[in-house]
């Protein structure tokens, strides 16, 4: 095993921990999740938070908008696009961000790159407002 996998391995059990299994019915009741979440910009160190889902916390600083909005898309980072018609400008200024965790029971390890923090916004919302 790759020490990349060790380590989103050991980040999931982390995560994991914070997550306590559930038993109600998804449609019921909010899926139970947990991220370690990063936003790093060119030249600076990577910022980091926790983002706990049902309840909401963590060291996130808007934790029950960000797991709103994840719970529109099932957690699934990927289909995120909060300001769909949002207009930014043209600006280079790269922003990396990653999503290691579980949503419910599945595990979730997402990456990505947008252009400036005006992209990152307009298609994530809240959820690395970090």
Known sequence: ??????AVAAVCASVAALVPAT???????????GFVLTVQRAGELPRLAVLRCAPDGGTHQAAAAA????????????????????????????VKVTAVGLWGRRPVHYRAEFGNR???HTATGAVFGI
Request: glycine share 2%.
């Open 23 to 33: 038993t109600a019915d998804a449609t019921i009741a909010p899926v139970r999740a």
């Open 1 to 6: 095993m790759s020490a990349k996998s060790l």
């Open 118 to 120: 005006c992209q990152l």
């Open 67 to 94: 797991c709103a909005q994840l719970s529109q898309v099932n957690g699934r980072f990927e289909k995120l696009n909060v300001v769909p018609d949002a207009m930014c400008t043209l600006e280079y200024d790269p």
